[in-house]
């Protein structure tokens, strides 16, 4: 009933930039928030960031600084801008939508995931 499609990952090198983009469609009423998580090899999935639909926002301590979420509530899409990756910034990355498809019908989505490889 939610789709969600992610873009943008790849390999770059230390200290380079990646912008990830991840659209929402389907019989969408309203979104509450949307996010980016990511997963190393043999690691939990952990949260990067996440942006409400009033734009709050929140980050992991780790990409603070580094990392910038932002939101087009029109276009159902969020963004995340990655400045200055590192390789510990290697994973794959979720984007994670949850809102509503009507009265009594909250939805919480996840995209299928896109690689991001830091490495030199």
């Known amino acids: 009933q939610v789709q969600l499609v992610e873009s943008g990952g790849g390999l770059v090198q230390p200290g380079g930039s990646l912008r990830l983009s991840c659209a929402a469609s389907?019989?969408?009423?309203?979104?509450?928030?949307m996010g980016w998580y990511r997963q190393a090899p043999e690691k939990q999935r952990e949260l990067v960031a996440t942006?409400?639909?009033?734009?709050?926002?929140n980050y992991a301590d780790s990409v603070k600084g580094r990392f910038t979420i932002s939101r087009d509530n029109a276009k159902n899409t969020v963004y995340l801008q990655m400045n200055s990756l590192k390789p510990e910034d290697t994973a794959v990355y979720y984007c994670?939508?949850?809102?509503?498809?009507?009265?009594?019908?909250?939805?919480?989505?996840w995209g299928q995931g896109t690689q991001v490889t830091v490495s030199s």
């Open positions: 942006i409400t639909s009033g734009g709050s926002t």
């Open positions: 389907g019989s969408i009423l309203s979104i509450y928030a």
């Open positions: 994670n939508t949850r809102g509503s498809l009507g009265p009594g019908r909250n939805f919480d989505s």
